[in-house]
C-alpha cells in the first residue's frame, strides 16, 4: 500500500517523497488510517519499527486543516520517558513539518534545563512532547494548559512506567478532558502496560509488530550441505520437488542473481532476477508479478531483503549466504511474517561451513543440516 492511499494531505505526500519514505512500514499501513478516523490505538511495537511517524504523520494531517491559535492551550500531548526521546520525537516532527504550507508548531520540553526559556517559548504551541515531571512544572507555573488537548500520545509507555512516572501520569492524564484520543505504544507487553492500556484507551485498534529476531522461531530451517556445482540442480529440485509456487531466492553477487535466473529460465521455471543493476521500474516490475503470483522465483541479492514485506511468502531459499549474520536474519526474516510460519533453506558449500556454525551461533538457533552427497536431483 502506498503512502498515497492513506488519507494524508497532499503537502505531507510530497515531505515524503522528498525524504525519500519510499514505502509506508507496516505499522504506519494500518496506525495513519486509524489515527485519521479518530481511534484509539495501541501499538506493540519496538524502536526502528517506524512508529513515531505512525502517529506524527495524521497528527499534523489533522491539526494542519485547523487554525493555529497564539495561547497556551496545546492540542496534542506527546508524553516520553526520556530528554533523548523528547529531542528525538521533536526532530521527526519538525522534519515533516518545517515543509508544510500550514506549519503546525511543535516544542519538546524536559527536565534537566532551565524552565524559564520553555515557558517563554511555548506560547502557540500545538503539539507539546514532553517528560512528565518538567510538563507539571510548566502546568503548576501556568505556562501549558491541557483543557483543549483531544490527543493524548504516550510513547515508550512500558518505560515511563518502569521509570516510576505511574503518580505524574495519573495528574497528567486527570487534567486532559475526558473526551480525547489516545495513542500508546509500548516496545513491551508488560502487567503495568496492560492496566493504563485498559485505564485511558478505549476500544483501541491493537498493532502489533513482531521484532525480527522473534520472527526465527516461526521460521522451519533446513540446511543443504552441497558442492558449488550440484547448487543449480538442488535448487530445481527443491522448487519442483516441494511445489514452490512462490520463493524468494537469494544470492551474494549481481552476477549469479542473473546466471542462477537465466538457468531456472532455461529449465522452464518463471524466474526473474532483482539487484542494484535493474532500473527502478524494472525493480517495481518484478516486484508487483511476485507479488500477485505472476512471477514463481524471483532472484534476488540484498538489495530488496529489508524492502520486501510480503505477507504470506512460504519459501526463502540462501543459494549463497550473507556475510553478516544480521543479514542472514534479515533475509530469511521475509518469510514466517506475521504469525504465518515459512520455510528457509540455506546451501552451505564445506567452505561455508565455519561461517554458517557463527550464523546459527549468533541467531540461537541451530539449524539440522540434510545431506546431499548421493542424492539423485530430479528436475
Ligand atoms: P522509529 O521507529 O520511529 O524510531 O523509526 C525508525 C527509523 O525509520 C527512523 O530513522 C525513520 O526516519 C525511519 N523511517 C520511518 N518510517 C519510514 C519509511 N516509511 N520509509 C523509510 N524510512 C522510515
Known sequence: MPFSSLGLSAALRQTLADLKFERPFPIQEQAIPAVLMGKDIFGIAPTGSGKTASYVLPLLTKLG???????RNIRALIVVPTRELAMQVQQVIYSFSNRLPERVTSMAVYGGVSINPQMKALMGTSILVA?????????????????????????EADKLLNLGFHDEMQRIIGLLPKKRQNLLFSATLTDDVS???????????????????????????TAYRVSEEHKGPLLRHLIKSRDMQQVLVFTSSVFKADTVT????KN?????????????????????????GRTRVLVATDLISRGIDIHVLPFVINYELPRSPKEYVHRIGRTGRADATGEAFAFVTPEDEHHFKIIQKKMGKQVPYTETEGMTFSG
Open 195 to 221: 492496566a493504563i492500556t485498559q485505564l485511558i484507551l478505549t476500544n483501541p485498534l491493537v498493532i502489533k509488530i513482531v521484532q525480527e529476531e522473534e520472527t526465527v522461531d516461526l521460521i522451519e530451517q
Open 268 to 292: 522452464g521455471i518463471n524466474a526473474v532476477a532483482i539487484h542494484s543493476k535493474k532500473s527502478q521500474e524494472a525493480r517495481r516490475k518484478a516486484l508487483d508479478n511476485f507479488k500477485a
Open 65 to 71: 486543516k485547523e487554525p493555529q491559535e497564539r495561547n
Open 262 to 265: 537465466a538457468k531456472l529460465q
Open 131 to 155: 517528560t512528565p515531571g518538567r510538563l507539571l512544572e510548566l502546568i503548576d507555573n501556568n505556562a501549558v494548559h491541557l483543557g483543549k488537548c483531544d490527543t493524548l500520545v504516550l510513547d
